[in-house]
Protein backbone atom coordinates (compact mmCIF):
# COMPACT_ATOMS: atom_id res chain seq x y z
CA UNK A 1 0.00 0.00 0.00
CA UNK A 2 0.60 3.58 -0.77
CA UNK A 3 2.16 5.57 1.99
CA UNK A 4 0.93 9.07 1.60
CA UNK A 5 2.48 12.24 3.77
CA UNK A 6 0.26 14.27 5.46
CA UNK A 7 2.78 17.44 5.74
CA UNK A 8 -0.11 19.84 7.24
CA UNK A 9 0.26 17.32 10.95
CA UNK A 10 3.61 18.41 11.73
CA UNK A 11 3.35 22.26 11.47
CA UNK A 12 3.15 22.47 15.32
CA UNK A 13 6.58 21.95 15.40
CA UNK A 14 9.16 24.44 14.50
CA UNK A 15 11.41 24.38 11.33
CA UNK A 16 14.43 24.93 13.35
CA UNK A 17 13.84 21.50 15.53
CA UNK A 18 13.45 19.60 12.64
CA UNK A 19 16.44 20.77 11.28
CA UNK A 20 18.39 19.85 14.16
CA UNK A 21 17.27 16.15 13.49
CA UNK A 22 18.10 16.19 9.83
CA UNK A 23 21.56 16.90 10.02
CA UNK A 24 23.04 14.37 12.09
CA UNK A 25 20.63 12.18 10.01
CA UNK A 26 21.83 13.28 6.88
CA UNK A 27 25.71 12.89 8.13
CA UNK A 28 24.56 9.23 8.92
CA UNK A 29 23.52 8.52 5.62
CA UNK A 30 27.09 10.02 3.66
CA UNK A 31 28.77 7.91 6.53
CA UNK A 32 27.25 4.46 5.69
CA UNK A 33 27.83 4.97 1.80
CA UNK A 34 31.51 6.04 2.46
CA UNK A 35 34.27 3.71 0.99
CA UNK A 36 37.08 5.71 2.52
CA UNK A 37 38.52 7.73 -0.61
CA UNK A 38 34.77 7.99 -2.07
CA UNK A 39 31.09 7.79 -1.44
CA UNK A 40 28.25 5.36 -3.11
CA UNK A 41 25.54 7.46 -4.45
CA UNK A 42 22.81 4.49 -2.87
CA UNK A 43 23.55 2.18 -0.38
CA UNK A 44 22.93 -1.07 -3.14
CA UNK A 45 21.57 0.73 -6.65
CA UNK A 46 24.48 2.30 -7.15
CA UNK A 47 27.59 0.59 -6.22
CA UNK A 48 30.28 2.51 -8.01
CA UNK A 49 31.39 6.58 -8.20
CA UNK A 50 28.86 8.71 -10.18
CA UNK A 51 30.62 12.13 -11.33
CA UNK A 52 28.16 14.22 -10.30
CA UNK A 53 27.08 12.71 -7.69
CA UNK A 54 30.27 12.82 -6.18
CA UNK A 55 30.71 16.69 -6.74
CA UNK A 56 27.29 17.43 -4.51
CA UNK A 57 28.56 14.66 -1.83
CA UNK A 58 31.77 16.93 -1.87
CA UNK A 59 29.95 20.12 -1.11
CA UNK A 60 27.65 18.27 1.48
CA UNK A 61 31.36 17.29 3.36
CA UNK A 62 32.89 20.11 3.27
CA UNK A 63 30.83 20.97 6.42
CA UNK A 64 31.32 17.80 8.04
CA UNK A 65 34.94 16.78 7.23
CA UNK A 66 37.26 19.21 4.76
CA UNK A 67 39.62 16.78 4.13
CA UNK A 68 37.47 14.48 3.28
CA UNK A 69 35.33 16.36 0.86
CA UNK A 70 38.62 17.21 -0.91
CA UNK A 71 39.82 13.19 -0.96
CA UNK A 72 36.22 12.53 -2.65
CA UNK A 73 36.58 14.86 -5.54
CA UNK A 74 40.69 14.02 -5.70
CA UNK A 75 39.21 10.33 -6.34
CA UNK A 76 37.37 11.12 -9.10
CA UNK A 77 39.68 13.34 -11.15
CA UNK A 78 42.35 10.45 -10.71
CA UNK A 79 40.27 8.64 -13.55
CA UNK A 80 40.07 12.30 -15.55
CA UNK A 81 40.90 10.94 -19.01
CA UNK A 82 43.63 12.75 -21.02
CA UNK A 83 41.12 14.22 -23.10
CA UNK A 84 39.76 16.37 -19.66
CA UNK A 85 36.57 14.19 -20.07
CA UNK A 86 35.60 13.30 -16.40
CA UNK A 87 33.92 10.00 -16.70
CA UNK A 88 30.43 9.25 -15.59
CA UNK A 89 31.20 6.52 -13.45
CA UNK A 90 34.62 5.04 -11.93
CA UNK A 91 33.99 1.54 -11.31
CA UNK A 92 34.40 0.05 -8.35
CA UNK A 93 36.45 -3.30 -8.64
CA UNK A 94 35.09 -4.34 -5.12
CA UNK A 95 31.47 -3.65 -6.37
CA UNK A 96 29.62 -7.04 -5.92
CA UNK A 97 28.84 -9.47 -8.93
CA UNK A 98 25.51 -8.91 -10.81
CA UNK A 99 24.79 -5.35 -8.41
CA UNK A 100 25.19 -3.00 -11.30
CA UNK A 101 24.43 -2.96 -15.35
CA UNK A 102 26.53 -1.71 -17.65
CA UNK A 103 29.37 -2.90 -15.50
CA UNK A 104 33.08 -1.91 -16.89
CA UNK A 105 33.40 -5.07 -19.01
CA UNK A 106 30.16 -4.00 -21.38
CA UNK A 107 31.75 -0.19 -21.42
CA UNK A 108 35.55 -1.49 -22.84
CA UNK A 109 36.12 1.90 -22.59
CA UNK A 110 40.44 1.51 -21.83
CA UNK A 111 40.34 -1.47 -24.84
CA UNK A 112 38.65 0.96 -26.96
CA UNK A 113 39.64 4.44 -26.30
CA UNK A 114 43.73 5.39 -25.28
CA UNK A 115 42.90 8.62 -23.46
CA UNK A 116 40.70 6.33 -20.89
CA UNK A 117 42.49 5.30 -17.72
CA UNK A 118 42.68 1.65 -17.31
CA UNK A 119 42.37 1.04 -13.53
CA UNK A 120 40.34 1.63 -12.12
CA UNK A 121 38.02 1.28 -15.13
CA UNK A 122 35.56 4.25 -16.01
CA UNK A 123 32.53 4.64 -18.05
CA UNK A 124 32.83 6.57 -21.70
CA UNK A 125 30.58 9.08 -20.97
CA UNK A 126 30.12 12.26 -18.86
CA UNK A 127 27.85 14.23 -16.32
CA UNK A 128 27.05 17.98 -15.88
CA UNK A 129 30.20 19.47 -14.18
CA UNK A 130 28.98 20.43 -10.85
CA UNK A 131 32.79 20.06 -9.61
CA UNK A 132 34.26 23.33 -9.66
CA UNK A 133 31.55 24.69 -7.48
CA UNK A 134 31.81 21.81 -4.82
CA UNK A 135 35.43 23.03 -4.89
CA UNK A 136 34.78 26.39 -4.14
CA UNK A 137 32.69 25.47 -0.88
CA UNK A 138 35.16 23.61 0.08
CA UNK A 139 37.41 26.62 0.13
CA UNK A 140 34.86 28.85 1.41
CA UNK A 141 33.96 26.43 4.63
CA UNK A 142 37.63 26.67 4.98
CA UNK A 143 37.85 30.86 4.98
CA UNK A 144 37.71 32.02 8.38
CA UNK A 145 38.96 29.08 10.07
CA UNK A 146 42.57 28.58 11.64
CA UNK A 147 45.79 29.21 9.16
CA UNK A 148 46.69 26.05 8.44
CA UNK A 149 43.30 24.72 7.35
CA UNK A 150 43.20 28.01 4.95
CA UNK A 151 46.69 27.07 3.50
CA UNK A 152 45.04 23.35 3.36
CA UNK A 153 42.08 24.47 1.13
CA UNK A 154 44.19 26.53 -0.99
CA UNK A 155 46.51 23.89 -1.92
CA UNK A 156 43.50 21.70 -3.22
CA UNK A 157 42.70 24.83 -4.94
CA UNK A 158 45.99 24.90 -6.74
CA UNK A 159 45.89 20.86 -7.18
CA UNK A 160 42.39 20.96 -8.66
CA UNK A 161 42.39 24.43 -10.65
CA UNK A 162 44.31 22.30 -13.82
CA UNK A 163 42.00 19.34 -13.89
CA UNK A 164 38.57 21.58 -13.60
CA UNK A 165 40.16 23.84 -16.70
CA UNK A 166 41.29 20.89 -18.30
CA UNK A 167 37.63 19.62 -17.83
CA UNK A 168 35.66 22.89 -18.75
CA UNK A 169 38.03 23.22 -21.91
CA UNK A 170 37.24 19.76 -23.00
CA UNK A 171 33.41 20.43 -22.73
CA UNK A 172 34.06 23.62 -24.47
CA UNK A 173 35.85 22.26 -27.24
CA UNK A 174 35.19 18.78 -28.52
CA UNK A 175 31.54 18.58 -27.34
CA UNK A 176 31.06 22.34 -28.61
CA UNK A 177 32.88 22.21 -32.16
CA UNK A 178 30.45 24.76 -33.60
CA UNK A 179 31.50 27.14 -30.56
CA UNK A 180 28.10 27.73 -29.75
CA UNK A 181 28.17 27.83 -26.05
CA UNK A 182 25.95 24.88 -25.64
CA UNK A 183 27.27 21.27 -24.77
CA UNK A 184 26.53 18.76 -27.08
CA UNK A 185 25.30 15.01 -25.37
CA UNK A 186 25.72 11.48 -26.79
CA UNK A 187 23.92 9.84 -24.34
CA UNK A 188 20.27 10.12 -22.18
CA UNK A 189 22.94 9.20 -19.32
CA UNK A 190 25.17 12.77 -19.59
CA UNK A 191 21.98 14.66 -19.25
CA UNK A 192 21.70 13.06 -15.47
CA UNK A 193 18.32 13.04 -16.28
CA UNK A 194 18.41 9.73 -18.04
CA UNK A 195 14.37 9.09 -18.99
CA UNK A 196 13.29 12.86 -18.94
CA UNK A 197 10.62 13.59 -21.86
CA UNK A 198 13.49 15.85 -23.41
CA UNK A 199 14.28 12.82 -25.11
CA UNK A 200 11.56 11.14 -26.11
CA UNK A 201 11.34 12.54 -29.89
CA UNK A 202 14.97 12.00 -30.59
CA UNK A 203 14.77 8.03 -29.29
CA UNK A 204 11.63 7.57 -31.04
CA UNK A 205 13.84 8.04 -34.14
CA UNK A 206 16.27 5.48 -33.17
CA UNK A 207 16.57 2.33 -34.58
CA UNK A 208 17.98 -0.64 -32.18
CA UNK A 209 19.99 -2.81 -34.30
CA UNK A 210 21.98 -6.24 -33.02
CA UNK A 211 21.85 -5.17 -29.62
CA UNK A 212 24.07 -7.77 -27.36
CA UNK A 213 22.06 -9.67 -24.82
CA UNK A 214 21.95 -8.28 -21.24
CA UNK A 215 20.37 -8.71 -17.84
CA UNK A 216 19.23 -5.92 -15.54
CA UNK A 217 20.55 -5.32 -12.08
CA UNK A 218 18.94 -1.86 -10.94
CA UNK A 219 14.98 -3.61 -10.97
CA UNK A 220 16.29 -5.79 -8.25
CA UNK A 221 17.07 -2.91 -5.79
CA UNK A 222 14.04 -0.65 -6.02
CA UNK A 223 10.38 -1.68 -4.38
CA UNK A 224 8.41 -1.12 -7.30
CA UNK A 225 10.20 -1.67 -11.29
CA UNK A 226 8.03 1.73 -12.21
CA UNK A 227 9.85 4.12 -10.43
CA UNK A 228 12.93 3.48 -13.02
CA UNK A 229 13.41 3.61 -16.87
CA UNK A 230 11.47 1.12 -19.06
CA UNK A 231 12.83 -2.16 -20.58
CA UNK A 232 12.46 -0.29 -24.25
CA UNK A 233 14.08 2.95 -22.87
CA UNK A 234 17.16 0.70 -21.62
CA UNK A 235 16.95 -0.96 -24.92
CA UNK A 236 17.68 2.43 -26.17
CA UNK A 237 20.22 3.25 -23.45
CA UNK A 238 22.19 0.18 -24.16
CA UNK A 239 21.69 0.42 -28.08
CA UNK A 240 23.56 4.24 -28.14
CA UNK A 241 26.25 2.63 -26.08
CA UNK A 242 26.80 0.17 -28.69
CA UNK A 243 27.15 3.09 -31.56
CA UNK A 244 29.58 4.90 -28.96
CA UNK A 245 31.50 1.75 -28.62
CA UNK A 246 31.97 1.41 -32.56
CA UNK A 247 32.86 5.19 -32.57
CA UNK A 248 35.54 4.12 -29.85
CA UNK A 249 34.75 6.81 -27.83
CA UNK A 250 36.00 9.66 -30.59
CA UNK A 251 34.43 12.33 -30.68
CA UNK A 252 34.81 12.95 -34.62
CA UNK A 253 33.49 10.14 -35.21
CA UNK A 254 30.53 10.28 -32.70
CA UNK A 255 30.28 13.79 -34.26
CA UNK A 256 30.15 12.05 -38.06
CA UNK A 257 27.72 9.02 -37.44
CA UNK A 258 25.83 9.16 -33.85
CA UNK A 259 21.95 9.58 -33.92
CA UNK A 260 21.64 11.43 -30.06
CA UNK A 261 23.46 14.57 -30.52
CA UNK A 262 21.80 17.19 -28.37
CA UNK A 263 23.07 20.44 -27.03
CA UNK A 264 21.61 20.35 -23.95
CA UNK A 265 20.66 24.02 -21.86
CA UNK A 266 20.24 22.44 -18.70
CA UNK A 267 24.39 20.80 -18.96
CA UNK A 268 25.63 24.05 -20.15
CA UNK A 269 23.89 26.32 -17.80
CA UNK A 270 25.70 24.16 -14.91
CA UNK A 271 28.65 24.75 -16.68
CA UNK A 272 28.39 28.61 -17.05
CA UNK A 273 27.71 28.59 -13.38
CA UNK A 274 30.81 26.39 -12.67
CA UNK A 275 32.95 28.53 -14.79
CA UNK A 276 31.43 31.81 -12.55
CA UNK A 277 32.93 29.43 -9.79
CA UNK A 278 36.31 28.74 -11.77
CA UNK A 279 36.62 31.83 -11.81
CA UNK A 280 37.05 32.69 -8.31
CA UNK A 281 39.25 29.90 -7.93
CA UNK A 282 41.35 31.41 -10.72
CA UNK A 283 41.79 34.14 -8.23
CA UNK A 284 42.52 32.77 -5.55
CA UNK A 285 45.22 30.28 -7.04
CA UNK A 286 46.40 33.46 -9.49
CA UNK A 287 45.95 32.02 -12.83
CA UNK A 288 47.57 33.88 -15.97
CA UNK A 289 45.07 36.17 -17.00
CA UNK A 290 45.36 34.68 -20.42
CA UNK A 291 42.91 31.72 -18.75
CA UNK A 292 40.73 34.35 -16.57
CA UNK A 293 39.83 36.42 -19.54
CA UNK A 294 39.63 32.04 -21.54
CA UNK A 295 36.96 31.44 -18.72
CA UNK A 296 35.23 34.71 -18.78
CA UNK A 297 34.51 33.94 -22.66
CA UNK A 298 32.65 30.62 -21.61
CA UNK A 299 30.52 32.47 -19.34
CA UNK A 300 29.69 35.13 -21.75
CA UNK A 301 28.95 32.72 -24.69
CA UNK A 302 26.99 30.64 -22.63
CA UNK A 303 24.55 32.87 -21.49
CA UNK A 304 24.09 34.45 -24.86
CA UNK A 305 23.48 31.12 -26.47
CA UNK A 306 20.81 29.80 -23.56
CA UNK A 307 19.15 33.55 -24.26
CA UNK A 308 18.45 31.94 -27.79
CA UNK A 309 17.25 28.79 -26.54
CA UNK A 310 14.35 30.72 -24.82
CA UNK A 311 11.10 30.00 -25.91
CA UNK A 312 8.46 32.92 -25.50
CA UNK A 313 5.49 31.06 -25.61
CA UNK A 314 6.56 28.56 -22.83
CA UNK A 315 8.77 30.69 -20.89
CA UNK A 316 11.62 28.28 -21.08
CA UNK A 317 14.37 27.38 -22.67
CA UNK A 318 14.86 24.43 -25.17
CA UNK A 319 17.42 21.55 -25.95
CA UNK A 320 18.05 21.38 -29.32
CA UNK A 321 18.56 18.25 -31.41
CA UNK A 322 21.50 18.93 -33.91
CA UNK A 323 20.57 15.55 -35.70
CA UNK A 324 16.57 16.48 -36.44
CA UNK A 325 17.41 20.23 -36.43
CA UNK A 326 14.92 21.18 -33.96
CA UNK A 327 13.97 21.70 -30.45
CA UNK A 328 12.65 19.46 -27.62
CA UNK A 329 9.13 21.43 -26.64
CA UNK A 330 8.46 19.62 -23.29
CA UNK A 331 8.22 21.31 -19.88
CA UNK A 332 10.92 19.88 -17.94
CA UNK A 333 12.80 22.03 -14.76
CA UNK A 334 15.82 22.02 -17.56
CA UNK A 335 13.81 24.59 -18.48
CA UNK A 336 15.24 26.70 -15.53
CA UNK A 337 18.56 26.27 -17.08
CA UNK A 338 18.96 30.40 -17.44
CA UNK A 339 18.17 30.93 -13.77
CA UNK A 340 21.30 28.28 -13.09
CA UNK A 341 23.89 30.02 -15.64
CA UNK A 342 22.54 33.80 -14.32
CA UNK A 343 23.62 37.01 -15.47
CA UNK A 344 20.03 37.45 -16.74
CA UNK A 345 17.94 40.81 -17.44
CA UNK A 346 14.97 42.01 -14.91
CA UNK A 347 12.22 40.41 -17.63
CA UNK A 348 13.91 37.15 -18.11
CA UNK A 349 14.45 36.36 -14.24
CA UNK A 350 10.53 37.48 -13.45
CA UNK A 351 9.67 35.52 -16.47
CA UNK A 352 11.38 32.74 -14.90
CA UNK A 353 10.27 33.08 -11.61
CA UNK A 354 6.37 33.36 -12.73
CA UNK A 355 7.02 29.83 -14.39
CA UNK A 356 8.76 28.13 -11.43
CA UNK A 357 5.36 29.40 -9.23
CA UNK A 358 2.76 28.85 -11.69
CA UNK A 359 1.14 25.42 -12.30
CA UNK A 360 3.16 23.94 -14.90
CA UNK A 361 5.94 23.95 -11.73
CA UNK A 362 5.93 24.85 -7.67
CA UNK A 363 2.79 26.81 -7.60
CA UNK A 364 0.76 22.96 -8.95
CA UNK A 365 -2.55 22.53 -6.40
CA UNK A 366 -2.11 18.90 -6.43
CA UNK A 367 1.84 19.11 -5.14
CA UNK A 368 2.33 17.71 -1.68
CA UNK A 369 5.28 20.33 -1.29
CA UNK A 370 6.09 23.29 -3.72
CA UNK A 371 8.56 22.34 -5.22
CA UNK A 372 9.55 21.73 -9.06
CA UNK A 373 8.61 18.33 -10.05
CA UNK A 374 11.02 17.56 -12.46
CA UNK A 375 8.62 17.30 -15.53
CA UNK A 376 5.79 19.61 -15.39
CA UNK A 377 2.27 17.90 -14.38
CA UNK A 378 0.86 20.12 -17.24
CA UNK A 379 2.83 17.74 -19.59
CA UNK A 380 1.75 14.84 -21.46
CA UNK A 381 4.95 12.77 -20.82
CA UNK A 382 4.80 13.26 -17.15
CA UNK A 383 4.29 10.81 -14.68
CA UNK A 384 4.79 11.06 -11.00
CA UNK A 385 6.30 7.73 -9.65
CA UNK A 386 8.56 7.32 -13.03
CA UNK A 387 12.08 8.58 -11.91
CA UNK A 388 13.11 12.03 -14.34
CA UNK A 389 9.67 11.89 -15.27
CA UNK A 390 7.83 13.89 -12.68
CA UNK A 391 8.53 13.07 -9.28
CA UNK A 392 10.74 15.87 -7.52
CA UNK A 393 14.59 15.49 -7.22
CA UNK A 394 16.06 17.73 -4.06
CA UNK A 395 19.35 18.31 -6.30
CA UNK A 396 17.27 19.88 -8.45
CA UNK A 397 16.04 22.03 -5.57
CA UNK A 398 19.49 22.39 -4.64
CA UNK A 399 20.46 23.87 -8.02
CA UNK A 400 17.51 26.33 -8.63
CA UNK A 401 18.13 27.55 -4.82
CA UNK A 402 22.03 28.16 -5.44
CA UNK A 403 20.73 29.87 -8.45
CA UNK A 404 18.60 31.99 -6.62
CA UNK A 405 20.44 33.48 -4.53
CA UNK A 406 22.97 34.38 -7.16
CA UNK A 407 20.34 36.16 -9.32
CA UNK A 408 19.28 37.91 -5.66
CA UNK A 409 16.43 37.02 -5.09
CA UNK A 410 17.53 35.35 -1.38
CA UNK A 411 13.51 35.65 0.01
CA UNK A 412 12.50 33.14 -2.66
CA UNK A 413 15.88 31.21 -2.13
CA UNK A 414 14.59 30.98 1.39
CA UNK A 415 11.52 29.54 0.35
CA UNK A 416 12.44 26.77 -1.59
CA UNK A 417 15.01 25.92 1.02
CA UNK A 418 13.03 25.80 3.95
CA UNK A 419 9.95 23.64 1.98
CA UNK A 420 12.67 21.19 0.15
CA UNK A 421 14.14 20.52 4.11
CA UNK A 422 10.56 19.92 4.97
CA UNK A 423 10.40 17.39 2.49
CA UNK A 424 13.34 15.63 3.56
CA UNK A 425 12.53 16.00 7.30
CA UNK A 426 9.48 14.16 6.63
CA UNK A 427 10.04 11.86 3.86
CA UNK A 428 14.00 11.10 4.45
CA UNK A 429 16.61 11.41 2.20
CA UNK A 430 15.53 9.36 -0.58
CA UNK A 431 16.96 9.44 -4.12
CA UNK A 432 13.11 11.29 -5.59
CA UNK A 433 9.73 11.70 -4.66
CA UNK A 434 6.30 11.43 -5.77
CA UNK A 435 4.75 14.98 -6.04
CA UNK A 436 1.70 14.42 -5.13
CA UNK A 437 1.93 12.42 -1.90
CA UNK A 438 5.68 12.86 -0.96
CA UNK A 439 6.35 9.41 -1.22
CA UNK A 440 9.84 8.34 -1.33
CA UNK A 441 10.88 6.68 -4.23
CA UNK A 442 13.89 5.33 -5.73
CA UNK A 443 16.80 4.47 -3.84
CA UNK A 444 16.70 5.40 0.13
CA UNK A 445 19.60 7.08 1.65
CA UNK A 446 20.58 8.58 -1.74
CA UNK A 447 24.03 10.57 -1.17
CA UNK A 448 23.09 13.26 -2.83
CA UNK A 449 19.72 13.82 -1.09
CA UNK A 450 22.12 13.99 2.21
CA UNK A 451 24.67 16.17 0.82
CA UNK A 452 22.51 19.09 -0.23
CA UNK A 453 20.31 18.94 3.18
CA UNK A 454 23.74 19.73 5.04
CA UNK A 455 24.50 21.98 2.76
CA UNK A 456 21.23 23.67 3.05
CA UNK A 457 21.37 23.90 6.60
CA UNK A 458 24.88 25.09 6.57
CA UNK A 459 24.43 28.10 4.42
CA UNK A 460 20.92 29.11 5.50
CA UNK A 461 19.49 29.91 8.80
CA UNK A 462 18.74 26.65 10.21
C1 LIG B 1 22.86 6.14 -14.87
C2 LIG B 1 23.64 8.00 -9.64
C3 LIG B 1 22.98 8.34 -10.97
C4 LIG B 1 22.75 9.85 -11.14
C5 LIG B 1 21.87 10.16 -12.36
C6 LIG B 1 20.60 9.35 -12.25
C7 LIG B 1 20.94 7.86 -12.15
C8 LIG B 1 22.16 6.16 -13.51
C9 LIG B 1 21.10 5.06 -13.47
O1 LIG B 1 21.75 7.62 -11.03
O2 LIG B 1 21.58 7.47 -13.36
O3 LIG B 1 23.92 7.06 -14.87
O4 LIG B 1 21.49 3.89 -13.43
O5 LIG B 1 19.92 5.35 -13.47
O6 LIG B 1 19.75 9.61 -13.32
O7 LIG B 1 21.56 11.52 -12.42
O8 LIG B 1 23.97 10.49 -11.28
O9 LIG B 1 22.90 8.55 -8.59
Sequence with gaps: MREELEPEDDTTRPAREKSAEVKPLAAGVLRRNDLDTWTKPGPSL??????????????????????????????LFSSQW??????????????????????AERWSSAALSSDAPSSPHTSGLCQPPVHAIAVLRIWETARGREERRIELARSFLRDSYPRLLAWHLYLATARDPEGSGLVTIYHPWESGMDNSPRWDETLEAV???????????????????????????YDLFLWLLELLKKARYDEATIYESHPFLIKDVFFSAILVAANEALLQIAAVVGAPEEERTL???????GRESLEERWDPD?????????????????????????????????ERLEDL????????????????????????PEEAGFHPRSYWRG???????????????????????????????????????????EPFTGEPLGSPDQSWTAAVALDFLAVGSG
Design 46 to 75: YPHQWSWDSAFIALGLAHLDNRRAKRELET
Design 82 to 103: ASGKVPHIVFNPEAPPQSYFPD
Design 207 to 233: EIGDLPPYTRYDLKHVSDPSHRPSDEE
Design 295 to 301: IEGWIER
Design 314 to 346: LRLCLDYDLRAEKSARVRTVAGFAPLIAGGLSE
Design 353 to 376: LETLDSSSFAGNPRLCWPVPPSTS
Design 391 to 433: PTWPVAEWLLWYSLIRAGKPERAEKLRRVSLEQLARGGFAEYF
